[in-house]
């Protein structure tokens, strides 16, 4: 198996966002909760569609009232979002590979992978599921 490059990677995690989307059909957010008056269980319903998205229930170690609205607020607009950025990020910053350069050809950092496409890698291994890079701010405490 040959080495992912950072493009390959924000690809492949941009696709998975736009594939699982698609098949949310409609689905597709934005997603609201609802709470009963008891509390539990919270629901996560499409906004303008009757259809349940999920259910939260209240338990030892789970923070009450977080975990829906959590999931709520993640609804597929954002990974539409995400997985757009990823795909911008992966078409406008690229390796300037002239002879005494090295760094981003767009964004002019001096690295590579530059800490717009490091930043963007963390996201797309998260997608992926795949350990994590330091994102740039970590490295430089920006
Ligand atoms: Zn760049």
Redesign the pocket.
């Known amino acids: 198996m040959t080495q992912q490059t950072p493009a390959d990677e924000l690809r492949e995690a941009a696709e998975k966002l736009r594939s699982l989307i698609t098949f949310l059909g409609d689905n597709r957010g934005p997603w609201e909760v609802d709470t009963p008056p008891s509390g539990y269980p919270q629901s996560i319903n499409n906004v303008g569609v009757p259809y349940l998205v999920a259910n939260t229930y209240e338990g030892p170690g789970i923070p009450a009232f977080t975990i829906a609205p959590y999931i709520a607020t993640m609804h597929p607009g954002v990974g539409a979002a995400l997985a757009k950025l990823l795909r911008d990020t992966h078409a ?2 690229e390796h300037d590979d002239r002879p005494d350069h090295g760094g ?1 050809d ?4 001096e690295d590579w992978p ?4 490091r930043n963007a890698l963390a996201v797309a291994r998260a997608v992926l599921g795949r350990p994590a890079v330091p994102a740039a701010s970590e490295e430089t405490g920006r």
């Open positions: 406008f910053h981003c767009w964004c002019g950092d530059c800490s717009d496409v």
